[in-house]
């Protein structure tokens, strides 16, 4: 069964930083472009960055410059480094993982994040 799990989330003032992290129970890990998204309350989700196997990353327009994705391939485990929080960086983080030509696509459980003084 796979598993996605998060971690890091909490509560942060503006300015601070926070790291996420995802853990994957799967096999092949590498193969897989794995993905953090957010959903904040009455919006709709939203990605935020996305790396693929090779490392090859990209971001959401808002978070540009101040995010960064990275993957530990030997740990079947992804990052988000998350610098310079404001307080519309609030809402629900969840790790995606996905191999499109396969119709591979899971999900983790969501950790919440808020920026707030």
């Known amino acids: 069964q796979v598993q996605l799990v998060e971690s890091g989330g909490g509560l942060v003032q503006p300015g601070g930083s926070l790291r996420l992290s995802c853990a994957a129970s799967?096999?092949?890990?590498?193969?897989?472009?794995m993905g953090w998204y957010r959903q904040a309350p009455g919006q709709q989700r939203e990605l935020v960055a996305e790396?693929?196997?090779?490392?090859?990353?990209s971001y959401a327009n808002p978070v540009t410059g101040r995010f960064t994705i990275s993957r530990d391939n030997a740990k079947n485990t992804v990052y988000l480094q998350m610098n310079t929080l404001k307080p519309e960086d609030t809402a629900v983080y969840y790790c995606?993982?996905?191999?499109?030509?396969?119709?591979?696509?899971?999900w983790g459980q969501g950790t919440q994040v808020t920026v707030s003084s």
């Open positions: 995606n993982a996905k191999i499109p030509l396969l119709g591979n696509d899971f």
């Open positions: 799967l096999n092949i890990f590498s193969f897989y472009t």
């Open positions: 790396i693929t196997g090779r490392g090859s990353a």
